[in-house]
């Protein structure tokens, strides 16, 4: 994984990153994520595993599954209705929670524990969760949805792509309005 092409994508409000990202769940070549992972600051600056100093793979590992346990089973995950996938609505991504634990620990083996790695452990871990090759893959595409994990992204992988999408703010704004009604 350590050798992939990275890329992400760091949207402005009510874009479309979501459906864009969508397009590439499947894709053999493309080591994804199910929707975004505002990881860098929202989830690893805070974590009171790393904020304590001293941890265990294992134990940010488990305080992930529980602060995106609507990622890997989309079955609670309402609000962006992936509750509802496949063509009879009665559908969802149900991710083993032990094989991803286990998975992502191989992954750690013999590496620093640190954002990067954990990061691309926790990809690696869901590709392995729906079956994926990992040997397949090219490319390392991180949804991250939020500006303020840019600086933090780019210092763990500095060579990284970037994409980053934006919208008429006229549409945003409607957008936003019916969205959050």
Known sequence: LLGLTACALFPTGRTGSDFFQS????????????????????????????TAGSFEAIDVIDEFIGKHIYSLKSRYDVFERKD????????????????????????????????????LAIYGAYALGLGQDLEKKNLFFHHAHAFLDLPLYLKDFPDSKIICMTRDPRATFVSGIEHHR
């Open 23 to 50: 397009m590439l769940d499947s894709h053999p070549e493309v080591l994804t994520f199910n929707g975004h992972v505002r990881f860098h600051h929202y989830f690893w600056e805070q974590s009171a595993c790393v």
């Open 84 to 119: 509802q996938l496949g063509d009879g609505h009665n559908q969802s991504i149900d991710i083993d929670l032990d094989k991803f634990r286990s998975e992502s620990i191989k992954l750690l083996e013999g590496r620093e524990v640190d954002s990067r790695h954990v990061l």
